[in-house]
Every structure is written in structure tokens, then in C-alpha cells.
């Protein structure tokens, strides 16, 4: 099955202890990209990543990092969380990043940082 | 820069009921226009899409137009059903996609 899968789903931590969210696809996709939700903000766009070892920032970068070494993964690093990261975070994936194309989101992770 | 305005809702309304959710946008050049759909506990999907002015995109008894003379793309549906209670965000997307602009979301409560 076609998918974009994250982990965990659900991530209670403290502030300042470093911590990954994994995001996977299986469907060769070029472009990834993570994104947080906020209650009346809607999603917004962290960073993404057009191929393998092409990163850039969006529009709330600030305290995340991301890599991308293989095509089907793209982890979500903070090294140091702080409580306004507590947020629900999404990845996704499109088949070249091109404007016209639907992207594929995976189920969520819900992180509460203390 | 780019930018989405969609009411924030919450909208209820009886089954068969009409729906409209309204979207606006604000970009330059001629961005493509989408509606997701966030069902409760799950990632989005996409509900349908347009790619450029006049197009209609349709799904699920669901339609929108894109309106490039009004900057709209708002979501339509005849008659909604207990099933379409969920979360409904306008996007857009533009140049080649690396920036995905998503408006705030629409609640919406279908009551049987």
C-alpha cells in the first residue's frame, strides 16, 4: 500500500531533550516536506526537500533541523524542544515537487513538550 | 507573499443541507488551488484541485471553481451527509511547489 507513515504517532517529552520524528513514503516520491498544526493557524510549513541531500527552510524553521539521505526518508531532529513546539506535526510527500501536484500526507504525530 | 483566507467556521448544518466554504487567495502569477480534506485522528487527503483559472475541480459531490478575477476558490456541495463532518482546508501551491500555503481550516458538523 502507497503510504506515508511517521513515528511515533504520540510524543510527550521535557524541554531540552533531543528528540527525531521518523517520516517514511514508499512511493519513490522526490519532494517531502514537514509541516505543524495549530489551532487556528492551519498547517504550516517547516521544511522540505526536493531530492537526496536537498534541504530548505519554510516558513517556521526555527528550532528544527531535517535531513535527507535516502529518498524515502526524511526525520524531523529538535535538538533542544521548548513548550511552544508542542504542536501536531505532518509529513508529506509528492512525486517532483511541482506545483500542480497532490501530496500525500502521513497520519500525524502529536508532540507535548513540558 | 502568498496567502490563504478561509472562513474558520465552526459551520453546522442538518444532513442535505447546502454547503459553501468560502476561500480567498493572495498570490502573484497563477498559483494551483486546492481543498483538503482532515477526517477526525487523520492526515489530510486531498478532496479535489484546480490548475489554473476557470477550472473546476470536483469529488465527492464536492466542486470549486477557481475565480482568478476574484482570487476565490470556495467549496460547494448540493447536499452533505453525516460523513463530511471533518476539518476542510483551502491551499495553494506555486512556482514548483516548494512552498505550500495552507489557510487556517473549516470545521464542519453535520448533524443527522
Known amino acids: 500500500e502507497a503510504q506515508v507513515t511517521q513515528n511515533p504517532r504520540y510524543l510527550i517529552t521535557v524541554t531540552g531533550k533531543k528528540l527525531t520524528v521518523t517520516c517514511s513514503q514508499n512511493m519513490n516520491h522526490e519532494y517531502m516536506s514537514w509541516y505543524r498544526q495549530d489551532p487556528g493557524l492551519g498547517l504550516r510549513q517547516i521544511y522540505y526537500s526536493m531530492n537526496v541531500e536537498v534541504t530548505d527552510k519554510g516558513d517556521v524553521p526555527e528550532g528544527y533541523k531535517v535531513s535527507r539521505k535516502e529518498k524515502r526518508n526524511f526525520p524531523l531532529i529538535l535538538e533542544s524542544p521548548s513548550p511552544n513546539q508542542t504542536s501536531l506535526y505532518f509529513c508529506?510527500?509528492?512525486?517532483?515537487?511541482?506545483?500542480?501536484?497532490?501530496?500525500?500526507f502521513g497520519p500525524g504525530t502529536r508532540l507535548l513538550v513540558l | 507573499g502568498n496567502s490563504v483566507t478561509q472562513m474558520e467556521g465552526p459551520v453546522t448544518l442538518s444532513e442535505e443541507a447546502f454547503l459553501t466554504i468560502n476561500c480567498t487567495y493572495t498570490?502573484?502569477?497563477?498559483?494551483?488551488l486546492f481543498w483538503y480534506v482532515q477526517y477526525p485522528g487523520e492526515g489530510l487527503q486531498l478532496l479535489l484541485k484546480?490548475?489554473?483559472?476557470?477550472d473546476k475541480g470536483s469529488n465527492k459531490g464536492f466542486e470549486a471553481t477557481y475565480r482568478k478575477e476574484t482570487t476565490s476558490f470556495h467549496l460547494e456541495k448540493g447536499s452533505v451527509q453525516v460523513s463530511d463532518s471533518a476539518v476542510y482546508f483551502c491551499a495553494l501551491t506555486h512556482n514548483y511547489g516548494q512552498n505550500f500555503v495552507f489557510g487556517p481550516g473549516t470545521r464542519l458538523s453535520v448533524l443527522p
Open positions: 508529506a510527500s509528492s512525486p517532483q515537487g511541482q506545483g500542480t501536484e497532490t501530496q500525500y
Open positions: 484546480a490548475t489554473k483559472a476557470d
Open positions: 498570490a502573484t502569477g497563477y498559483p494551483s
